[in-house]
């Protein structure tokens, strides 16, 4: 029986201040197999990890005077956001902020750490994974590849010259296995030929790939999804990331209703499925694995997770690691009373 992998989803963030070496370390201390970033690069091409390349939400920067003229507008995949954007400091300048809490509202305790870790390279996120006293995964999201590419930081690049920096070539078998995924297509297709790394092309909900957008090419998320689409990512890609409403429905009041038949079809196209994200907060999950009326408050995540399991996905991205490592026990117990399930 192989077992679904547990993805640290930035860390443990709903604990720790997320794509910080707490987080990742407490991630890997709670059982997760895969540590997960996002990465985005600094002017001088350094791959740092943050949720976005505006770090306006998730760092003191504005508390630092030296910067101020460094606020700008900038039109990200068509949105126009106003900040400061990790392209425009080199990576010594980034050393100099602190990072901060990105959900205040939903996660008061962490509050407590704001200022008191800097940012990680990505090769530094690598280090960490290898240091574990077991395997352990990275897994890095290429964040606005199209965007990067465009201002002369192309993330495939950069990515694949920081892996030889770190030694590994990402593969299944190597000390430090890695996986590539990205919301847009076309970089996954031109990384296939270069790496030795799992690659994994995700899907949301709504919307459609920005590469796409930008090519003219009509298809969102959804029509990615059909058995055909399905056929062609798997020319390209190892396997799919779906936001977790293309695995299990939810109906009018929020409740989960049934799997979709995404995994299945994925499976028979030769794809894993790794679902996102399982978060612990009331306000994340659906209305019937809430516990009281408190958005801020956690819920019967691990009930929910145990669902996605259940339903066939090879893997969960969750924002509590122990909470996902749970769930699988539960899952990994039911398989054996029921070797038939």
Not at 100 to 116: K, S, V
Not at 128 to 139: C, E, F, H, K, P
Request: charged content about 25%; overall charge negative; proline content about 4%.
């Amino acid at each position: 029986m192989v077992e679904p992998v547990v993805i640290a989803h930035r860390g443990v963030p709903g604990e720790r201040l997320e794509h910080t070496r707490d987080s990742f370390l407490l991630a890997i201390e709670q059982g997760a197999d895969v540590i997960e970033p996002d990465v985005v690069a600094t002017r001088d091409g350094v791959l740092v990890v943050r949720h976005e390349n505006e770090i306006g939400h998730t760092t003191d920067v504005a508390q630092h005077a030296r910067f101020a003229d460094r606020r700008t507008v900038k039109v990200i995949d068509g949105v126009a956001f106003a900040g400061w954007f990790t392209e425009d400091f080199t990576l010594e300048e980034l050393r100099t902020l602190r990072c901060r809490e990105r959900l205040p509202q939903l996660r008061e305790h962490n509050l407590r750490l704001d200022g008191t870790a800097g940012i990680l390279t990505l090769e530094e996120v690598v280090e960490i994974a290898r240091a574990a006293d077991r395997t352990v995964g990275v897994y890095p999201e290429t964040k606005h590849p199209s965007y990067f590419a465009s201002i002369g930081l192309d993330l495939d690049d950069l990515l694949l010259a920081t892996l030889e920096r770190c030694g590994t070539d990402g593969a299944a078998d190597s000390d430090v296995p890695v996986t590539i995924q990205s919301m847009e297509t076309a970089n996954l297709r031109h990384l296939r030929s270069r790496t030795a790394a799992t690659i994994v092309q995700l899907l949301d909900r709504a919307g459609s790939p920005w590469d796409l957008h930008v090519a003219g090419d009509p298809r969102t998320y959804a029509d990615l999804t059909t058995d055909a689409a399905l056929a062609d990512i798997a020319t390209y890609a190892d396997g799919i990331g779906p936001n977790k409403s293309l695995v299990i429905g939810r109906d009018d009041d929020h409740r989960l209703t049934g799997p979709t038949g995404l995994v299945e079809r994925a499976h028979e196209a030769g794809l894993l499925v790794h679902a996102w994200t399982i978060r612990d907060e009331n306000n994340f999950l659906p209305l019937d694995h809430r516990v009281g009326d408190d958005r801020a408050a956690h819920g019967d995540a691990e009930g929910e997770c145990l669902a996605f399991l259940e339903a066939g996905v090879d893997g969960v991205f969750a924002d509590v690691t122990r909470t996902a490592v749970a769930a699988r026990a539960r899952w990994s117990a039911n398989r054996v009373a029921s070797p038939s399930a």
